[in-house]
């Protein structure tokens, strides 16, 4: 029985071989490489974009300022197919990247407003960047940008800016101070409530300094064309804001730098730097004019004038505060303009010398009395524009109308282009009512008279002429002569010195003297027949030579 035990016992004993090493040392290398690929490995994070345009899985990279730091390894969509599912491994030792704050976008080629980027990618690919998060705990699910995040570093103040009028501007429009560029706009919304487009805007530090409670904002586009009464404007700012435009912002004229502002500081946003400053007083005193003449021209903004001085801008044409049926229980057909007197513009800005209004309403009061009236005068004749023109008149219409429907009333004349157009209508009125026709033909008739009687003067001279070309007409004179001079002798010697003789002698004696004088006459008739009718033409004077 021996025997058996001992072979069933050397059976049961295991050899041991030395190949086995191989596949058991290939088995503890393998779980080492798995160990450690998987040791250094960062987290899986998730990313929700709107589309996963350009982006592959295994492919596609995650970069931070141009190193990579993770890859994707898997794109799916949503449960509700809205949006893309994108799953990134990250590389170890990130996860303190992965903070609230971190932000994510895909790189690829672009072309707008702010320039080209990404052209790298057009060979390599697209790829998605990040801003290290550095605020906040630390996430594994992110939200990725639609576009590029703007430059975060070295920011100063964030304010609010509504405006009500004017176009949108879009995100990354640059702000300026001077022309100079201090910012840009981070986010752009809209308030129902209000009905505003409403900007967020960083001005970044230093120049945060120069926003404080007394500064306005207003926009700046690239390309500009005003008409006004002030004439035809065109202003082309820096090709930066040419297709974007801008915000621009500054102190205005004659007021005093205000308090410092904290973040998130509410601003009105006014569409050009020419509305910002007619908006900058805070005292005014409001008056609706009721014109009587044609308003075409006058615009919201345009000028209240004194004397060429601007003391008020005008607000509404036509201004519709008051009903038509108050209108019409007035008589006559009159226009409603809304417009407002700015005393500031006479008074220094934020001095105590300067009026109250009270005073200044006194004073209108009394200017008005003394023949102080509105009128509209034509401030450019190129474009039609018109202004509001406010002087003393002679002998001014009556004030009718103080107060209407509530509204202070400022009295209105007629201007004096309407002055013009009714003196020149009331002429063509007289004009219209002459009997031309009759007059027409009375001078006809005088022209056909007029050219008979020159055609008689034509005969006549030359009548004159044929009668003077006669040898009997040229002896005339010398035989009259002659015979003058015998009768005078024989008047000599016949009683000379009696009281007949003297006078009849020296009535001969003129006659012949005058005789003697027509002969010229004669002579020029002979030359120039029509003398008789037209002036001849005057004789030069010879001048005499001087001695050789």
């Known amino acids: 029985m021996s025997a058996p035990n001992k072979q069933v016992e050397s059976m049961r004993q295991v050899r041991f071989n030395s190949i086995w090493l191989v596949p058991l040392i290939a088995l503890l290398v393998a779980g080492w490489m798995l160990y450690q690929n998987w040791s250094s490995q960062g987290p899986i994070i998730t990313l ?12 596609t990279k995650l970069k931070s300022r141009n190193v990579d730091v993770g890859r994707v390894i898997d794109i799916r969509l949503s449960p509700d197919y809205e949006k893309a599912i994108i799953q990134v491994r990250m590389n170890y030792g990130t996860e303190q990247m992965l903070r609230d704050d971190a932000k994510f976008w895909v790189v690829k080629p672009r072309v707008g407003k702010e320039g080209v980027s990404g052209l790298g990618t057009l060979l390599s690919g697209a790829y998605i960047d990040m801003t290290p998060g550095v605020k906040g705990r630390i996430e594994s699910d992110f939200t990725l940008l639609s576009q590029p995040p ?38 752009v919304g809209f308030d129902a409530d209000k009905g505003a487009i409403t900007y967020r805007i960083v001005v970044r530090s230093p120049y945060d300094s ?81 014109f009587d003449s044609n308003i075409s021209g006058l615009t919201p903004g345009a000028a209240v004038e004194f004397r060429g ?33 700015e005393p500031q513009r006479l008074n220094f800005l934020d001095t105590s010398e300067a009026m109250s209004l009270q005073k200044w309403n006194e004073l209108i009061e009394d200017r008005i009395n003394k023949g102080v009236r509105a009128t509209l005068k034509i401030g450019n004749y190129l474009n039609g524009a018109k202004v509001i023109n406010i002087d003393f008149m002679k002998n001014p219409p009556a004030v009718k109308i103080k107060e209407f429907a509530g509204y202070q009333i400022f009295p209105t004349a007629p201007d004096a282009l309407a002055n013009i157009e009714t003196r020149v209508g009331d002429i063509l009125d007289n004009v219209s009512q002459v009997p031309l026709n009759k007059t027409f033909e009375q001078l006809g008739q005088t022209m056909s008279e007029a050219n008979e009687t020159l055609r008689q003067l034509q005969e006549l001279s030359k009548s004159v002429k044929q009668l003077l070309d006669k040898s009997e007409t040229q002896q005339l004179p010398t035989d009259l002569a002659a015979t003058i001079n015998e009768l005078n002798l024989t008047l000599e010697t016949y009683q000379a010195n009696g009281q007949i003789g003297r006078p009849l002698k020296e009535n001969m004696v003129s006659l012949g003297r005058a005789l003697n004088e027509l002969q010229p006459l004669l002579r020029q008739l002979r030359e120039n027949p029509n003398t008789l009718i037209f002036d001849s033409k005057p004789r030069v004077d010879v001048q005499p030579k001087a001695a050789k």
């Open 48 to 59: 929700v974009a709107a589309n996963a345009d350009g982006l592959e899985v295994g492919k």
């Open 309 to 341: 001085v601007r003391i008020g801008t005008v607000l509404d044409v036509p201004f519709n505060g008051i009903p038509m049926d108050s209108l019409a229980s007035l008589g006559t057909p009159l226009i409603p303009v809304r417009a407002r007197i």
């Open 210 to 290: 120069l926003v404080n409670s007394g500064v306005q904002f207003w926009m700046t586009p690239g390309l500009s064309f005003k008409s006004s009464a002030s004439g035809f404007e065109v202003r082309l700012d820096s090709l930066e804001t040419f297709f974007a435009g801008g915000i621009s912002f500054g102190l205005p004229p004659g007021r005093t730098a205000g308090q410092p502002v904290n973040d998130m500081a509410a601003f009105r946003l006014y569409s050009s730097k020419e509305s910002a400053a007619n908006n900058m007083y805070s005292q005014f005193i409001n008056y609706v004019f009721l």
């Open 150 to 187: 703007l430059s975060t570093e070295n920011e100063g103040v964030r304010l609010v800016l509504s405006s009500t009028e004017g176009s949108k501007l879009d995100v990354g429009a640059l702000v300026h101070f001077r022309g100079y560029e201090v910012g840009y706009v981070e986010k």
